[in-house]
């Protein structure tokens, strides 16, 4: 079975600049967990999830740090402090939206996609067709198709 024999095809996006409230709306009035995130063209730049908003609320990570003769000698770069504080007080999609999104194409076997979404944790995997977004599969989709084989 393949990926767009079970992919959901109305899919609701969000683009990156819009306020982060939006996203979260539409999360909320339709029960999901997390969407892509597209540019002009459809095209997945990033993905939101439940997490990415829960993050915002979680104990800053302050880097490990020396104190030699008044000055701080940080052990860890400062780049990660700089990535938590945007995505905790982000305002935009951007601000708060997981980049490097792993996504599949309409003819991945159901037992790949599944592989990667066990092995890389994710809930669901948007499915694109020359790089612009045709649907997303997400555990669900493949727990139905299960469901109607067996």
């Known amino acids: 079975m393949l990926v767009k024999d079970i992919m959901t095809k109305h899919v609701f996006t969000v683009k990156k600049e819009e306020k982060i409230e939006n996203a979260v709306k539409i999360l909320m009035d339709n029960n999901f967990s997390g969407m892509p995130v597209v540019d002009d063209e459809n095209k ?13 609320s979680k104990k ?29 007080v ?4 951007e601000d708060v939206m997981t980049v490097g999104v792993i996504t599949a ?19 669901r995997i948007p499915i694109v067709k020359d790089g612009v977004l045709v649907g997303v599969v997400s555990r669900r989709d493949i727990i139905k198709a299960y469901a109607r084989e067996g």
């Open 105 to 123: 194409k309409e003819n991945t076997t159901v037992e790949e996609i599944a592989t990667i979404m066990t092995n890389k944790k994710v809930n």
């Open 60 to 88: 800053l990570r302050i880097p490990a740090f020396l104190t030699i003769l008044d000055s701080y000698i940080f052990l860890e770069s400062m780049k990660n402090l700089e990535k938590q504080i945007k995505k905790m």
């Open 44 to 56: 997945v730049v990033g993905i939101i999830t439940e997490g990415d908003l829960i993050y915002r």
């Open 90 to 93: 982000g305002y935009r999609v």
